[in-house]
């Protein structure tokens, strides 16, 4: 948050392409709804630029090799890391609520089911189980905002590809709404 964070930003190669830049740190509750036994990582970060170009620019910046992968070997274990370059769709947002900093965000990342071809899983995705979330008052009355972020497939940057399919984001005022949404028996059916 105090050393990276800044470092990434002022490193003028990578800055340019950035439209923001964000940090999700793990919150230490784990709850038993959600799968493994923890957390299948320490945080999140997100860096959002305005275009496939753009993100392989970045990644294939000299600084970025050298200036900021030099620093994340310095307190990540860079080999457990996984990179996934995705086009966001927000799916809902609650009426007034435009800000989501400060909330609680769950991110939900899932591989493909073998059965199904890339663009069958996405419109499964997003044409039939989006609309169940988005259907079940004790979700989406709890819900800031739901967003599914689609993984680019054949991406062809210098980042390899990913074992995840896509990732949803669910935002939340509260850990209490968080577990009150996905706690519940509607949920699991």
Partial sequence: LNVH?????????IARHLVRYCQNHLIP?????????GPPCDGVVELWCESIKAVEEMFGAPANLDEVRADEYLFLD?????????????????????????????????GRNPRMSHSQCRRYWKDEHAP?????????????????CHGVEDFG?????????????YWFDSTDDLWKAFANRRYRE
Wanted: aromatic letters at 10%; a negative charge; hydrophobic letters at 35%.
């Fill in 78 to 110: 860079v080999m457990k890391g996984q990179l996934l370059v995705t086009r966001e769709e927000s799916l809902y947002e609650r009426p007034g609520t435009r800000e989501t900093d400060g909330s609680i965000k769950l991110f939900e990342m899932f």
């Fill in 5 to 13: 964070g800044p470092l990434v930003i002022s490193v003028p190669e």
């Fill in 29 to 37: 509750e784990w709850y038993p709804f959600l799968p493994h036994a």
């Fill in 132 to 148: 169940k979330i988005l259907a079940t008052p004790e979700i989406v009355s709890r819900v800031r905002k739901y967003s599914q």
């Fill in 157 to 169: 940057g210098s980042i390899p590809a990913s074992q995840y399919e896509g990732l949803a984001e």
